[in-house]
């Protein structure tokens, strides 16, 4: 076995760093998801009243920055962590974690393709739900306002929809100043206004359907989205692949360095008899000998 042989299974450092750097960034970015639902939690109350968790009926935004930044957190420690001290434990777990994540989003898009009026269903019922939850939190409020003015829509399928909620329905057992109305968000908007009129959906939907389009946009978000999609198809499958390329190469980069490190461990704890044998080592060399060429490295 000559020296030159042995050197094919040390441990890669640009693999090993690469990993590293990579992974302590994206670690970062999963602390700072982590602070900001955490600070939202706390800004209403969540946190000194964690039974109120569940009070919210319709869909609470802060979830997104807690589930993503949990994920981004774990997946960045494993591969930080497991790259910089060797652990091939850890970067198995990342290298799992990672495929795990994959196939979910693989499913994700091969039943969102196959099952497109379920999930068209699915979409519906979890907007009006959030459209029944609508004053109950700001967090809520807000998601619906930006949704609502980004894609120039009004309700699920429609203004009507409003009617699910309690503030803005049509009933005549409804004292609120917001009955027949809805939110601003759905009125459109006159770019000679500097300042949003948030009274400009009151009663509106006690005009025609003529006047309503005046005043409004009476599509609903559900045929927005859908539309919006299929105008930037490329650019969302462009992004999914670019994501999917990015956590094989992560698999890829990981399996690889785990490789490099068994076969290190391996190749240091056979038995070397002879300096010649090795072209590297005596009897003599230590095991622990490992931890200074990695030093040197």
């Known amino acids: 076995m000559s020296g030159k042989h042995f050197k094919g299974h040390e441990v890669s450092c640009c693999i090993k760093y690469f990993i590293f750097g990579f992974n302590i960034i994206f670690w970062l970015l999963g602390v700072a998801f982590l602070g900001i639902g955490l600070w939202a939690w706390n800004e209403k109350g969540v ?41 091939t434990f850890l970067l198995k777990f990342f290298s799992v974690f990672l495929g795990i994540i994959f196939f979910l989003e693989l499913t994700a898009g091969v039943l969102a393709f196959t099952f497109k009026d379920w999930i068209k269903d699915q979409l519906n019922f979890f907007i009006n739900n ?5 004053r109950d ?35 005549d057992t409804n004292p609120s100043r917001e009955k027949c109305g809805v939110p601003f968000s759905c009125c ?22 003529a006047e309503q389009k005046t005043y409004i946009h009476v599509k609903g978000c559900v045929p927005q989205f859908e539309k919006w999609l299929q105008d930037n198809l490329t650019v969302v499958a462009g992004i999914f692949i670019g994501v999917a390329l990015l956590q094989i190469f992560g698999i890829c980069l990981a399996q690889n360095l785990v490789s490099d ?11 070397v008899f002879t300096q010649e044998r090795t072209g590297l080592f005596s009897m003599a060399t230590p095991v622990s000998e490992h931890q200074k060429m990695l030093e040197a490295c």
């Open 47 to 87: 946190l000194s009243n964690i039974s109120s968790i569940t009070d919210l009926g319709g869909f609470d935004p802060v979830w997104l920055f807690l589930v993503t930044g949990g994920v981004m957190f774990i997946l960045g420690f494993a591969g930080c962590i497991g790259a910089l001290r060797e652990n």
């Open 130 to 134: 959030n459209i029944r939850a609508y």
């Open 137 to 171: 939190d700001i967090d809520l409020q807000n998601l619906i306002d930006f949704t609502q003015e980004y894609w120039d829509c009004c309700g699920a399928f429609g203004a009507d929809d409003w009617n699910l909620n309690i503030y803005f329905n049509c009933t």
């Open 188 to 209: 459109t908007k006159d770019p000679a206004e500097d300042v949003i009129n948030t009274q400009c959906g009151y009663d509106v939907r006690a005009k025609t359907d």
């Open 261 to 271: 490190i068994e076969a290190f461990i391996y190749l240091m704890s056979r038995p």
